[in-house]
């Protein structure tokens, strides 16, 4: 069964994040706020006659990526690199053997909730990997050796049905960023991100010294929500013809056993068999923080959506809280995504949050090899025209 005969009521596809009367708010999952304002992290990418960024662009993103963990460098990729990188994923994507992601979201990869794959180290891909890695060596060289690993590359689908992904951070230690090939809706999933909070030194003693346990208590809130809403789609899901939940989809995404961090699995909650959240994330103290810290979480913690435009590249700290919502659209979500080390990771820990290509393993690549790699050629818009 194809993913666009998936669909659900209307009533299910409803968003989850209605409007309410502030700008750029939304609410979403039983009270959780989550701004559509990206603006206060982007930074226009402006290039030098070399096709890198210019100084200036490089202090502002930096800047953006020291105090809040991300930046959204616009405009960094044309309609055509967008387009090329595009071709190269739906590529991938057509391929029945293409190597998928063994990291997170298994069950929806299954069931063709989302389709996240590893490109192969192909010289297509490896140009598009090293246009950006060029165009951004200012921003990336300043966290990333010449010699560390490229850990992944990727591409990341997620289409309608997908369950919204629990808050998390990925292996520390990592620079990791999405390159938006299509313009992306809010609806269609585009990545929640919660600017400062990511673990650098001496950012523990923020807060009165609480920064870390109060970051805590907040992805607990958030992921209780989320946990409630995948549930109560699944139930719709389940109840609806137009939801065409697969021959058992329901019993694989609320009770089987196997191991899959962002389903809402009643038997690995019940058991606190689910590291990002399960039962024993909600003791009575816990319970008891929450109802008395609420109001601070909300002034402390505020959450973004990013939903980019076709061109946008946004970098971010792999200790960054984060999550995939769900799309809500029949139209596919698609990013172009590669992760770079920045310190030395071991390899249980790199394979925990990234699945590189065989061909990758085969044959691995540095920051430093990217960077004196040929970038991959696309049509300007002057040879376009005349072609």
């Given at each position: 069964m194809s993913a666009s005969d998936r669909s659900e009521t209307k009533a299910a596809n409803t968003p989850i994040y209605p409007i309410v009367n502030f700008p750029f708010y939304s609410s979403s999952m039983d009270g959780l706020r989550i701004s559509h304002d990206t603006s206060a992290f982007e930074v226009p990418a402006t290039l030098d006659a070399g096709g890198r960024l210019t100084v200036a662009c490089v202090a502002q993103a930096l800047a953006m990526m020291d105090t809040h963990g991300l930046v959204l460098l616009t405009g960094l990729l044309s309609d055509a690199e967008a387009d090329a990188g595009l071709?190269?994923?739906?590529?991938t994507i057509a391929d029945p053997d293409r190597a998928r992601s063994a990291f997170a979201s298994e069950t929806d990869n299954h069931y063709v909730r989302r389709d996240f794959c590893s490109l192969p180290s192909s010289l297509e891909v490896k140009g598009f990997a090293a246009m950006l890695a060029q165009r951004l060596e200012g921003v990336i060289g300043e966290y990333c050796g010449r010699t560390r690993p490229v850990l992944e590359i990727a591409t990341f689908t997620s289409y309608f049905g997908s369950s919204h992904q629990y808050i998390h951070r990925d292996p520390a230690g990592v620079i990791s960023m999405f390159a938006a090939v299509e313009d992306v809706a809010p609806e269609q999933g585009g990545t929640v991100f919660?600017?400062?909070?990511?673990?650098y030194?001496?950012?523990e003693y923020a807060h009165g010294g609480a920064a870390y346990g109060l970051m805590e208590l907040f992805r607990r809130r958030a992921?209780?929500?989320i946990f409630r809403h995948n549930l109560a789609k699944l139930w719709r899901m389940r109840r609806s013809s137009e939801a065409a939940l697969a021959p058992g989809e329901f019993r694989d995404r609320?009770?089987?056993t196997k191991w899959d961090q962002h389903q809402p699995n009643l038997l690995r909650f019940l058991t606190g068999k689910n590291s990002q959240f399960s039962l024993h994330h909600l003791g009575p103290r816990t319970l008891w923080q929450l109802l008395r810290r609420g109001e601070a979480l909300d002034a402390l913690f505020q959450p973004v959506q990013a939903a980019p435009r076709k061109g946008t590249v946004i970098l971010y700290r792999s200790d960054l809280l984060h999550a995939g919502p769900d799309n809500r659209t029949q139209r596919p979500r698609r990013f172009f995504g590669m992760s770079i080390a920045r310190d030395h990771l071991a390899p249980k820990y790199w394979h925990d949050g990234y699945s590189p290509h065989?061909?990758?393993?085969?044959?691995?690549?540095t920051f430093g090899d990217l960077l004196a790699a040929a970038p991959l050629k696309t049509p300007q818009p002057a040879e376009a025209a005349a072609g």
């Amino acid at each position: 069964m194809s993913a666009s005969d998936r669909s659900e009521t209307k009533a299910a596809n409803t968003p989850i994040y209605p409007i309410v009367n502030f700008p750029f708010y939304s609410s979403s999952m039983d009270g959780l706020r989550i701004s559509h304002d990206t603006s206060a992290f982007e930074v226009p990418a402006t290039l030098d006659a070399g096709g890198r960024l210019t100084v200036a662009c490089v202090a502002q993103a930096l800047a953006m990526m020291d105090t809040h963990g991300l930046v959204l460098l616009t405009g960094l990729l044309s309609d055509a690199e967008a387009d090329a990188g595009l071709a190269l994923m739906q590529q991938t994507i057509a391929d029945p053997d293409r190597a998928r992601s063994a990291f997170a979201s298994e069950t929806d990869n299954h069931y063709v909730r989302r389709d996240f794959c590893s490109l192969p180290s192909s010289l297509e891909v490896k140009g598009f990997a090293a246009m950006l890695a060029q165009r951004l060596e200012g921003v990336i060289g300043e966290y990333c050796g010449r010699t560390r690993p490229v850990l992944e590359i990727a591409t990341f689908t997620s289409y309608f049905g997908s369950s919204h992904q629990y808050i998390h951070r990925d292996p520390a230690g990592v620079i990791s960023m999405f390159a938006a090939v299509e313009d992306v809706a809010p609806e269609q999933g585009g990545t929640v991100f919660v600017p400062g909070t990511h673990q650098y030194g001496g950012a523990e003693y923020a807060h009165g010294g609480a920064a870390y346990g109060l970051m805590e208590l907040f992805r607990r809130r958030a992921n209780a929500r989320i946990f409630r809403h995948n549930l109560a789609k699944l139930w719709r899901m389940r109840r609806s013809s137009e939801a065409a939940l697969a021959p058992g989809e329901f019993r694989d995404r609320v009770f089987s056993t196997k191991w899959d961090q962002h389903q809402p699995n009643l038997l690995r909650f019940l058991t606190g068999k689910n590291s990002q959240f399960s039962l024993h994330h909600l003791g009575p103290r816990t319970l008891w923080q929450l109802l008395r810290r609420g109001e601070a979480l909300d002034a402390l913690f505020q959450p973004v959506q990013a939903a980019p435009r076709k061109g946008t590249v946004i970098l971010y700290r792999s200790d960054l809280l984060h999550a995939g919502p769900d799309n809500r659209t029949q139209r596919p979500r698609r990013f172009f995504g590669m992760s770079i080390a920045r310190d030395h990771l071991a390899p249980k820990y790199w394979h925990d949050g990234y699945s590189p290509h065989p061909t990758l393993l085969a044959d691995p690549l540095t920051f430093g090899d990217l960077l004196a790699a040929a970038p991959l050629k696309t049509p300007q818009p002057a040879e376009a025209a005349a072609g």
